[in-house]
């Protein structure tokens, strides 16, 4: 053989090799469940939503959880149910973001599912039909119940609102992704985001090894994610960090008290999207409900102290971690509309020592703070005679 013909034969077999140990990488990440699937399609009124019949896995960075997640016909993280009620049946529509979608736990761990088990030892004709999506706000939330949700005969809607991000969510000024656009009257009329087709993935992007080492090497080795935006190897937004106002995170301004103005006016839409939930829910026959569900920097103090060593400017006493809270339970309050603070029964749970609620570092509910907040759910909706 010829020295070409062997220099061929080399560059050949080591092509075949970088192929085969692309190839197994790729097979082992997927097997081992390693990069997230994707459940959402996009939406023209709410911008997101959960595609029907989807089914993968989730997980993340940390593999706090590693997850197998069905999405049912109706393009909810649920039991397969009928859209129309059948006879005799009474009906908890749980409605929420991603701490109702649930995604970190087992479906048969998430709230609703507990909730509906905690109902029936009571009354065996009560379904609870979970609808979270996670990156929804209040406004999301509206508009998929005036879209779709009513349609499934609900007795009781059962709003979780969630100050970390909803009050953010709901304003054409701070949110980013799912962008809410009101008319010049302040009527709530879509969501905005990105149309089908637009970002598509090209097939490296489509890899799950891509998409791994793409991950690991942008949260654990930033000095050579640089290197490789600096040789064009690598899109500088790769390198995008959350927005910050400040010196702080955007989302953490929700906590200011008294809220600067673009908060201010983010709370003006918040409450006006509330009194047209309530009215939508009450003219559909339902009644309607409010539980405040709980943040991680709320339920554990060491959390919000590695906030503040993080970022200096949250030791100043600028931030009340009550205040979100407490305007919604307001609300509630001068509408007349029950509400549950899951705050204080949380922090009942830490302190006797129980099994940790919050992850520590995805922030969502454990199995634990899901079956907490089913309990606490359903005593509140049998002390309350909600149903």
């Not at 007795?155 to 304003?171: I, Q």
Request: hydrophobic share 40%; net charge neutral; glycine share 8%.
């Amino acid at each position: 053989m010829s020295r070409g013909a062997q220099l061929a034969a080399g560059l050949l077999l080591a092509v075949f090799g970088v192929v085969l140990a692309g190839v197994a990488l790729e097979v082992g990440v997927r097997a081992l469940h390693l990069v997230p699937d994707r459940f959402w399609e996009h939406d023209p009124l709410v911008g997101t939503r959960l595609k029907p019949g989807v089914e993968g896995w989730w997980t993340q960075e940390e593999h706090e959880f590693r997850v197998p997640v069905r999405i049912n016909s109706l393009g909810l993280r649920d039991l397969e149910r009928p859209e129309t009620k059948p006879a005799g049946v009474k009906r908890v529509l749980l409605i929420g973001d991603s701490h109702v979608e649930a995604l970190q736990v087992q479906l048969e761990q998430a709230i609703g599912r507990q909730l509906e088990e905690n109902l029936r030892r009571t009354d065996a004709t009560v379904e609870v039909i979970s609808a979270g999506v996670s990156g929804y706000g209040t406004a999301g939330e509206y508009l998929f119940f005036q879209d779709r949700g009513w349609k499934l005969g609900a007795d009781l809607v059962l709003l979780a609102f969630y100050p970390g991000n909803d009050v953010k969510n709901n304003s054409p000024d701070l949110e980013k992704s799912l962008v809410p656009q009101y008319d010049a009257s302040g009527e709530l009329i879509r969501i905005d985001t990105d149309p089908p087709g637009r970002g598509e993935r090209s097939i490296v992007g489509r890899s799950h090894a891509y998409t791994y080492i793409r991950k690991l090497v942008l949260t654990r080795q930033p000095a050579v994610a640089r290197w490789l935006v600096a040789a064009g190897l690598m899109k500088a937004g790769a390198l995008r960090s959350a927005p910050s106002n400040e010196g702080v995170p955007l989302d953490y301004w929700v906590y200011a008290d008294p809220p600067p103005p673009e908060w201010a006016a983010a709370w003006e839409h918040t409450l006006r999207i509330l009194d047209r939930f309530r009215d939508a829910v009450v003219a559909r026959g339902a009644r309607f409900a409010i539980m405040v569900v709980t943040s991680r920097d709320h339920v554990y103090p060491s959390s919000w102290a590695a906030l503040e060593e993080s970022y200096p400017r949250l030791k100043s006493g600028l931030w009340n971690l009550e205040a979100p809270t407490q305007r919604v339970l307001d609300w509630c309050q001068s509408r007349g509309v029950a509400c549950l603070n899951l705050l204080p029964i949380f922090q009942v749970d830490r302190d006797s020592g129980g099994d940790r609620l919050h992850y520590v570092h995805d922030g969502h509910w454990t199995a634990a703070g899901h079956a907490l907040a089913a309990r606490a759910a359903s005593q509140f909706i049998l002390r309350e005679s909600l149903l």
